[in-house]
């Protein structure tokens, strides 16, 4: 029985009565009043309504709840009296009494009269909450005067406890501090020494105006997004595929922070952009966020179960990214804190399930003039290869077994296997099966194929067939695609043109439909306008709806999060009446109001949020804190946060001199230790080469079986679900990261060259201070220079040592630092 929408009675209200009961003095107050619903045995009642007639009679998924004439037949009868599994209704509070229960039956037994018009009984997940997160975004009035509003409020929040902000950064701090936060690089010594520099009261505005422009700032908050979006470049589960190209989404993500698209069109072009009005490949490329959920491409897979699976992750995914509710609580049985029903989890399912993948043509640049020029020979040699193993003649008998086996599968059982691995190994496998040969694009037929040497199925046991060697012809087949150059898809979805209905899972479990859905959004926030056609565009442009009271907030916290290291609300994830609260309310509301009126303007809110006094505080602990704001809530000063896994990597790249800077493109190998590819099922590591081995840490490659062993140690997500907030732990495999790795050793040597060849003086002290610039944006101090001092000497006395070594163990030093992997 789905909570919210199932109605049972509870306890009861009347007496008991002698006479013959009478529906509206016995009956009607036990069907007026609601139990609350557990997920167990009830739900097995699924789709039981008590307040109409005819449903009570047709009943759900268990058979008719009440059969008039017969209360002994009833399933409403049984489950207030025996129950299931000892079980009985309600499950909470006291059962209904013997009188009750007689009451009940009487009226069933004289024929279950019902007034016309059924009976008005409440609903769970009523639209009412007093929860704050649902309440309409207000925007509040600063509550002193101050040059930033955001100021304003921070400013009257520590006034009111009798605390004094702290004072502004060391401008070293500051441009290092902004760049990390803007681009995800640290400035360089020419920048650092020009901003120094630079005392005019615009100096600082300039800057932050630069970093807003930088190509580089797509970059580093496109990795916040791929986070929530669950980006990978491989399928999950065991055999773990490789997304060949999955990297086209991440591309639009770059290009779409770098253009400051709108968060609504933003919003819009991911959640539904093939449903744009004459939608072009850009455009729909936006719905790739859906694509990243994980898939299989194992044969005997169940495939409705599978792509049922991948319903609830987009499902769950939109639920946590743009509302920030924990929906998927919901899947199995009324959400246990929120108003967010059965019903409401499965009206947002709709919305997806009605959607399919796809893959679009769409060369990248570069990527058609090498095609061209080699297809001729590529399609020549795969002719020759097909008529060695007699492919044009066999695959048509394959295909012809197949279409039996799909129209009498009960009579080709030796057949349905390969229904599957049709299915499985070739998107939209059966449409393409059933379509004439004729008729089918090249991709498609060349797909087929494919299929068929990899899994000819009982044809292949035939004696002349089986002397053809078809696993060997497979592996010539794949290795002459691998050969020649191909032409990278779009990943992306599209509306099915027969969409298949949407029934409540009860408990959660897809092979027991409940009660029939249609799309919809949860009844506790604003319905959808009227008369609009429920589909995703609809759901796209309600999530992004000025009367939507959490999609601004949810966004603008995630940047809050960003900069200051947690947000206003720390629960990023979660709005939910388990939330952490607000430290803040008045200034997240204000910031949610600003967002919408600047039009949903990212870059606006960004530098509206560095720009203020409160980013720029120092982030230097202060004892008087300690026992007052130990987590700084209050913005008492700035947080001194660890940076990100992708940024270590990309500092020790710029400090070293070696960083790529080239944006987008296909995702990278930096050296894998070659145990740990061993670990993972079939899978290869081919080590880039050239400038490749060098790109920014967004860009490496991600498999999900074999995650990049530096990025998970410093606590990259798994990218199984969406991630809206990491973690920063501290461990010792850390340090022998920094210490050890061969990437960061190769980088040590680097940035000794550098230090070498650039620091523009032959002595230590020049020397030393270039090194600083490079790894802190800073010079060194008294106690650091004769620490660093006695350290070079000691190396530079080792046998054999010569300037190059001593000053690559200074370099690996000041890698390892802890101030070089945080964010002041």
């Not at 016995?26 to 309504?49: E, T």
């Not at 650092?192 to 190509?215: C, I, K, Q, T």
């Not at 609009?532 to 809050?560: F, G, K, Q, S």
């Amino acid at each position: 029985m789905a909570v919210g929408e199932i109605l049972l009675f509870v306890m009861a209200v009347s007496t008991a009565s002698a006479a013959a009961p009478d529906f509206s003095r016995d009956i009607r107050p036990l069907l007026q009043k609601r139990c609350v619903m557990c997920h167990g045995p009830a739900q097995q009642m699924s789709g039981l309504r008590l307040d109409r007639r005819e449903d009570a009679l047709k009943g759900g998924y268990s058979g008719p709840a009440i059969i008039a004439g017969n209360a002994s037949a009833s399933l409403l009868v049984k489950m207030v009296t025996t129950g299931r599994d000892g079980r009985v209704m309600p499950p909470a509070g006291p059962h209904l009494t013997t009188d009750e229960v007689a009451h009940i039956r009487g009226w069933i037994d004289a024929g279950a009269s019902w007034p016309d018009g059924g009976i008005s009984l409440p609903l769970a997940g009523s639209p009412k909450s007093t929860h704050w997160a649902f309440q309409p975004v207000r925007r509040p009035n600063p509550p002193i005067a101050a040059a930033n509003p955001i100021d304003a409020f921070v400013l009257a929040r520590l006034r009111q406890e009798g605390i004094e902000p702290s004072p502004e950064a060391a401008r070293t701090t500051l441009i290092r501090r902004v760049s990390i936060d803007l681009t995800g690089l640290v400035p360089t010594p020419a920048e650092v020494a020009a901003f120094v520099a630079d005392n005019s009261p615009a100096g600082y505005e300039r800057l932050v105006d630069s970093l807003l422009a930088s190509p580089h700032y797509g970059e580093k908050w496109a990795r916040h997004w791929l986070d929530l979006a669950r980006y990978a470049d491989s399928d999950g589960y065991e055999q773990d595929g490789i997304r060949v190209n999955a990297w086209r989404y991440r591309d639009w993500v770059i290009h779409a922070f770098n253009r400051n698209m709108p968060f609504d069109q933003f919003t819009i072009a991911q959640i539904a952009g093939d449903l744009i009005p004459g939608a072009t490949i850009e455009q729909r490329a936006g719905t790739g966020f859906h694509r990243n959920t994980l898939t299989s491409r194992e044969g005997g897979i169940d495939v409705a179960q599978l792509r049922d699976e991948q319903v609830v992750d987009r499902t769950n995914t939109i639920g946590t990214v743009w509302l920030g509710l924990t929906i998927e609580c919901a899947r199995c049985h009324d959400h246990k804190y929120d108003p967010i029903t059965q019903r409401d989890y499965y009206q947002m399912f709709a919305f997806m399930n009605s959607s399919e993948e796809v893959n679009l043509e769409d060369p990248a640049p570069g990527e058609l003039g090498p095609y061209l020029r080699k297809l001729t020979e590529y399609r020549k040699q795969l002719a020759e290869l097909l008529a060695h193993y007699n492919i044009p003649e066999l695959q048509p008998q394959w295909e012809h077994e197949l279409l039996r086996a799909m129209a009498n599968p009960e009579e080709r059982l030796e057949w349905t296997q390969n229904l599957d691995y049709v299915r499985v190994y070739l998107d939209h496998g059966w449409e393409v099966l059933r379509t004439p040969p004729e008729k089918r694009t090249w991709k498609q037929s060349h797909g087929l194929t494919r299929v068929f040497l990899k899994s000819p199925g009982p044809l292949g046991t035939r004696p002349d067939v089986k002397a053809l060697k078809f696993s060997e012809g497979f592996q010539k087949f794949e290795a002459l695609d691998a050969k020649y150059p191909r032409l990278s898809e779009v990943p992306a979805m599209a509306e099915m043109a027969q969409p298949p209905r949407t029934f409540l899972h009860v408990c959660g479990d897809f092979r027991n439909p409940g009660i029939e859905v249609q799309p919809d959004t949860p009844a506790v926030l604003p319905p959808l306008p009227s008369g609009v056609r429920h589909d995703r565009m609809a759901l796209a442009r309600w999530l992004v709806a000025p009367e939507n009271p959490l999609t601004a907030r949810v966004a603008v916290n995630r940047m809050w999060q960003e900069l200051f290291g947690k947000g206003i609300v720390a629960t990023s994830e979660d709005f939910g009446k388990r939330c952490d609260p607000p430290s803040h309310p008045e200034l997240l509301d204000w910031l949610a109001s600003e967002f919408v009126a600047s039009g949903w303007d990212i870059k606006h809110m960004l530098k509206l949020m560095v720009m203020s006094s409160t980013y720029r505080q120092s982030s230097r602990a202060r004892p008087d804190l300690d026992q007052r704001d130990p987590a700084n809530l209050l913005l008492a000063r700035q947080s001194r946060l660890r940076m990100p896994a992708e940024l270590i990597r990309d500092a020790m790249l710029e400090a070293s001199g070696l960083l790529n800077p080239a944006i987008g493109g296909r995702s990278v190998r930096p050296p894998m230790p070659a145990s740990l590819v061993k670990v993972a099922y079939r899978a290869k590591w081919e080590e880039s080469e050239g400038p490749d081995r060098d790109r920014r840490g967004l860009y490496t490659f991600f498999q999900r079986s074999i995650p990049y062993p530096q990025l998970m140690l410093f606590d990259a997500p798994n990218s199984l679900v969406t991630c809206s907030r990491r973690e920063r732990s501290t461990t010792p495999l850390q340090a022998l990261e920094l210490l050890d790795d061969p990437v960061f050793y190769e980088g040590a040597q680097a940035m000794a060259f550098r230090i070498l060849h650039e620091s523009g003086g032959a002595d230590f002290r020049s020397r030393l201070a270039y090194a600083y610039s490079l790894a802190f944006a800073r010079e060194p101090d008294s106690q650091e220079f004769a620490a660093m001092s006695r350290y070079y000497d000691r190396e530079r006395s080792k046998p054999h040592a010569d300037e190059a070594a001593a000053w690559t163990a200074v370099s690996s030093v000041l890698l390892n630092v802890d101030e070089f992997i945080t964010r002041e």
